[in-house]
RNA sequence: GCAGAGAUGGCGGAGUGGUCGAACGCGCACGACUCGAAAUCGUGUUACGUGGGAACACGUACGGAGGUUCGAAUCCUCUUCUCUGCGCCA
């Protein structure tokens, strides 16, 4: 959500950005806005003079009562209440231009960094840099369920039945694997000087409509039945909710959190999901990090939090990239976002395991995340962001693929062998 | 889960239908006093919106939503949270 005071100053700098998001259906929407902000204010200024009106007749009834002047106190209040009249017209009226406003602003993209390149979907993303050498497999890497099953590390069929497609159970040396993988992650940020938190796993509804849209909920988030709650799809969702109308006292900052959660999501209309395997699942975890900080430090961070993940997958042995996202793969609220990819030496090509995105005070807007400037004495909007540390299952599946060994098992990394009881290798059970 | 009590500014805490954005205290800022400081005294100190160059004016907000009333922090309904007691439970 950007500042409607942008709009009513520079509404071309709205539209440009519109325009190099690819959402030209949007610009309406500009002109929209600064007509409903104008009726709005009319409204609220017949409103105000209004309510000034009925504040005063009011008291006036009251001294009018105490000198016992009852017949003139009740043609005040005939008064009063036809000015009440209007005032309820003029009410319902903005209460419609509220709505209609709100979400029109909520639909206007956030307006994008200068140096984020142009284009109209992922495809035309960027690639920044690459960590460690791709390296293809001297030997035929299998697909990542037929090496889980090698190794004894999975019961799809089990799961299938209990809870439905989207759903595993890790088994033995890789269910251990999987912990390591977020118990190494989760100390590695530590390390970094971030706090963990361990966040609810379910939120209420208006923490959900403040953190995601309708249409992105819909397709997303898991209720419980006859409850106002909902399963989280990232403890974003609870971390930033943490934050939502507040005022946070600026010594505090920046806050830099690292998270745990495990992740719900529907994946609505989502491609994979189908898909024999745990690249697209229901049901995942996920080590966050987060962080709240003044305007001026948000660049700062999101540089540091990538380059978190990049080194975190490096210590693993595990050949990652990063892609600048373009103008039109940026969602609504991000300035900048940059996806971490790692090597699949079985597709030959890279897949999303991370994305790190400074959303600056689009979401802090939305939410009312502020703090107090102690030079000003005023209040204003934090920066927000926020990078995947790590989200296993599905990064197991480059861990697998890149440490498969040809006998078939799979080598353990040194910096995760303290997890796992000092093994180095996991070794095929069939 | 049941019963009772409560939720007011940065904090503590008055206020039970009219001049209450809110007594009083603490904190904070500025000033006076002082060589300097402490103490003391004085002044100021909620947020958001609208109008205005500004001083300022007006409006809205006393956990949240709705209602009664000419007028609500105050009365009613629902709801969330906190505390106390009982119950239940990893």
Not at 62 to 82: R, T
Not at 183 to 196: L, P, S, V
Not at 319 to 338: N, Q
């Amino acid at each position: 959500m950007i500042d409607i005071n942008l709009i009513r100053e520079n509404p071309d700098l709205v539209r440009e950005n519109i325009k190099k998001k690819f959402q030209d259906k949007k610009l309406p929407l500009v002109d929209e806005v600064i007509a409903l902000d104008s009726e709005k204010r009319a409204l609220q200024r017949e409103g105000d003079e209004r309510r000034a009106k009925r504040n005063s007749l009011s008291k006036s009834i009251g001294a009018l009562m105490k000198e016992g002047k009852k017949a003139e106190a009740e043609e005040v209040k005939l008064e009063v209440k036809e000015n009440n009249d209007r005032i309820a017209v003029i009410e319902a009226r903005a209460a419609e231009i509220d709505v209609q406003l709100k979400k029109d602003m909520m639909s206007i993209p956030n307006i994008i960094a200068a140096d984020v390149p142009v284009g109209k979907d992922d495809s035309e993303n960027v690639q920044w840099n690459t960590y460690l050498e791709a390296a293809e497999k001297p030997f035929e890497v299998p697909y990542h369920v037929d090496i889980l099953e090698r190794l004894g590390g999975i019961d799809l069929d089990s799961a299938r039945r209990t809870s439905g497609n989207g759903f595993y159970y890790l088994t033995g040396d890789v269910a251990r694997l999987h912990s390591a993988v977020l118990t190494y992650a989760r100390d590695f940020m530590i390390d970094k000087g971030f706090t963990y938190v361990i966040p609810p796993f379910m939120i209420r509804s208006d923490v959900v409509s403040g953190v995601m849209s309708f249409e992105e909920m819909d397709g997303m988030m898991y209720k419980i039945e006859g409850e106002d709650l909902y399963l989280i799809g990232t403890s974003e969702h609870s971390m930033i909710g943490r934050f939502m109308n507040t005022v946070i006292d600026e010594s505090r900052l920046p806050i830099t959190l690292t998270s745990y959660s495990p992740c719900f999501r529907k994946e609505k209309g989502a491609h994979g999901i189908e898909e024999r395997g745990i690249y697209r699942i229901h049901q995942f975890e996920k080590q966050e990090m987060i962080v709240v900080c003044r305007p001026e430090e948000s660049d700062y961070w999101y540089e540091k939090m990538w380059s978190y993940t990049v080194e975190l997958f490096v210590s693993m042995g595990i050949p990652v990239r990063t892609l600048v996202c373009c103008s039109g793969d940026l969602a609504d609220l991000k300035y900048r976002s940059l996806d971490v990819e790692a090597w699949s030496p079985r597709q030959k090509k890279y897949f999303e395991v991370g994305s790190c995105s400074n959303l600056t005070d689009a979401q802090a807007r939305r939410l009312g995340i502020r703090f107090k400037n102690s030079k000003t004495g005023k209040n204003e909007f934090a920066h927000t962001l926020n990078n995947t540390v790590v989200a296993p299952p599905r990064m197991l599946i480059a861990f697998l693929e890149n440490h498969l060994q040809e006998d078939g098992s799979v080598f353990i990394p040194e910096v995760l062998r303290k997890y796992m009881g000092g093994k180095e290798k996991i070794i095929p059970v069939k």
